[in-house]
């Protein structure tokens, strides 16, 4: 299967993907890297990975549907399957998500949908979990729909939220989480052993 990556910055969960995809372990190629932010260093991962990166962004075209078509037309020309949001900081286009419905992931540094939504991400995420005295955090893995953190959950790794935790300490153990978690996920929606079904995570991750 042939997969997708789009991101906005640094790209640690890329790695973690392209590290499993080296290791044996994803069941899938990473033949694409979008990014929305040309200085991204995902773009530079996925270069010295020797993986197509492009920059496409929506404020180029003239309507949003222009700007859907033309992600259409990358993923389609290169076969891609499946679509990994890893730190991509847009709301995909509402066309896309129609077509390629059960198969976006997307990862968020937090419990869903308590600490999700628009602008909720990096620190921001962690700063409003220590503020409500939760004892618990952690990565949540998720199909994307048309709104910003709401599609159905796949998976979440517990992380505790220690006494006097910074959103910065927090942040580090979570997306240690997260790089652990995704390749698992992205591989059990590989295999089929989660699907989407009539808006529902169906199936389970193996142990
Ligand atoms: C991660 O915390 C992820 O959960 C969120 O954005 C961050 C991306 O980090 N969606 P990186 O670019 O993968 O390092």
Known sequence: MKVAVMCTGSGTNLQALLDAEDGGTLGARIVLVISNRSKAF????????????????????????????????????????????????????????????????NIHPGPLPRFGGQGMFGHHVHESVIASGVRESG???FFVDEEYDTGAI??????????????????????AAEHLLYPRVVAAVVKGQVQLQDGKCVGRLND
């Not at 010295?48 to 309507?63: I, K, N, Q, Y």
């Not at 949001?85 to 896309?96: D, E, M, Q, T, V």
């Not at 796949?154 to 997306?175: E, K, S, Y």
């Open 139 to 141: 990565p949540t893995v």
């Open 42 to 105: 995902a773009l530079k991962r996925a270069k010295s990975s020797g993986r197509e990166a492009m920059v496409l962004r929506a404020r180029d075209f003239e309507t949003e549907n222009a700007y859907a078509d033309e992600l259409l037309s990358v993923l389609k020309d290169r076969g891609i399957e499946l679509i990994c949001l890893a730190g991509y900081l847009k709301r995909l286009p509402a066309k896309l998500v129609a077509e390629f419905r059960g198969r976006i992931l």
């Open 154 to 175: 796949i998976a979440f790794t517990p992380v505790p939220v220690q006494p006097g935790d910074t959103p910065d300490t927090l942040a580090r153990r979570v997306l």
